[in-house]
Structure formats: C-alpha cells, structure tokens
C-alpha cells in the first residue's frame, strides 16, 4: 500500500567494538522488519546521529535533538556484510548492545553495514556542511 515511498526505523548500530571505532555504521537486522525488505530491494540509505556527547548541548542542558545541537547524516548503500566481516561485526554489535544476543535465532539476524557515499553535517538552525568520507 505505500510502496515507493521512505520508511524510516530506529536500530541498534554499532561502528566498532567500543576501543576501535571504524566510523562505519554496522547493523543486526532481520529479514522479518519491513525496513530490511525494503532495503534488499533498494539499497539507499539515510542514517542521523544526533549530538549526543558534544560539549554545548551537555554544557547548556539542552535536549540532543534540539536544532541547535549538531547532527550528522550519512546517506550510501545498506549492504550485507561479506562474510571475511562477520566477525568483526559481531564483535562490534555484541560488545555495544550485548542484549542482541538473547534475541530470538528463529529471526534469521544477520548484519548489514552502510557503504557511506555523503556525509552532511548540520551545525546550527539549518547550516548545514559537507564532510569529505575521508574525514
């Protein structure tokens, strides 16, 4: 009944084990979520991270998703993770949310990862910069 049209979800995410961080969004999801079927069929993605540990929000008591808190959105392809990646992405899922594992197996899980294409930084009330992926 909507298709073709964004979907948006909230899941667990994972970029490393907590002492090696890679900057590379990675996820355990299953093919029961909508969100994944739509992604198996079209690959593009958005991802935005509030401000959640930065200095002026905390400083000033202010709610991380207000406009004045920084935010940064990724957008690339949501890709399976290869095989020779399994591990470490479970390494870096199961050391950050440990509950996963206590998830029910007859969900088919397994992880898919953003291949990051753009990065946008939103600094204030709409300003908002281009990161080089690099970066």
């Not at 084990?17 to 739509?38: A, E, H, L, R």
């Not at 959640?52 to 406009?67: L, S």
């Not at 992405?89 to 294409?117: D, G």
């Amino acid at each position: 009944q909507i298709q073709g049209m964004p979907y948006g979800n909230c899941l667990l995410l994972s970029d490393g084990p907590v002492n090696n961080s890679t900057g590379i969004p990675f996820f355990y999801v299953t093919p029961k979520d909508s969100t994944v079927t739509d992604l198996l069929k079209n690959p593009m993605a958005s991802l935005t991270l509030p401000e959640a540990d930065g200095n002026f929000c905390r400083k000033n008591v202010i709610d991380p998703e207000d406009p004045r808190c920084t935010r940064l959105t990724l957008m690339g392809q949501m890709v399976t993770v290869p095989p020779e990646e399994v591990e470490f992405a479970k390494q870096a899922m199961f050391s950050r949310h440990p509950v996963v594992r206590k998830w029910p197996r007859s969900y088919e899980w397994f992880f898919m990862k953003m291949n990051i294409e753009h990065i946008r930084l939103q600094s204030w009330y709409g300003e908002v910069s281009p990161v080089a992926v690099e970066e």
